[in-house]
Nanobody
Framework: VQLQASGGGLVQAGDSLRLSCTDS????????VGWFRQAPGQERELVAA????????NYADSVKGRFTISRDNAKSTVYLQMNSLKSEDTAVYYC???????????????WGQGTLVTVSS
């Protein structure tokens, strides 16, 4: 598996978690990366995305002000800091690399295994 997402777990509402997405082949340095989530019975949605150098970040309205995406290319890792978690944030979270250096919808080409985040109210 090239992309590995980790850091999920069971937390209470209001808690924080930090997810990590690591590229074992160290190939996504020049690519935008996105974090997605999929809750049971719902479609997958883009939560946050970041350009190759971190200069551009995008967030879903539902997480603005609570989640922060960042990256450390030296470690081939992208992070998703999640604060003030809500029960509606419960989902499997996935990371994916974009074909381009800046986030472009419909251009995510490599996906990692997900990590489950469960927020109890």
């Amino acid at each position: 598996v090239q992309l590995q997402a980790s850091g999920g777990g069971l937390v209470q509402a209001g808690d924080s978690l930090r997810l990590s997405c690591t590229d074992s082949r160290r190939t996504f340095t020049n690519n935008a990366v996105g974090w997605f989530r999929q809750a049971p019975g719902q479609e997958r949605e883009l939560v946050a995305a970041i350009s190759w150098n971190g200069g551009i970040t995008n967030y879903a309205d539902s997480v603005k002000g609570r989640f922060t995406i960042s990256r450390d290319n030296a470690k081939s890792t992208v992070y998703l800091q999640m604060n003030s978690l809500k029960s509606e944030d419960t989902a499997v979270y996935y990371c994916a690399t974009n074909r381009f250096s800046v986030p472009r919808s419909g251009s995510y080409i490599k996906w990692g295994q997900g990590t489950l985040v469960t927020v109890s109210s």
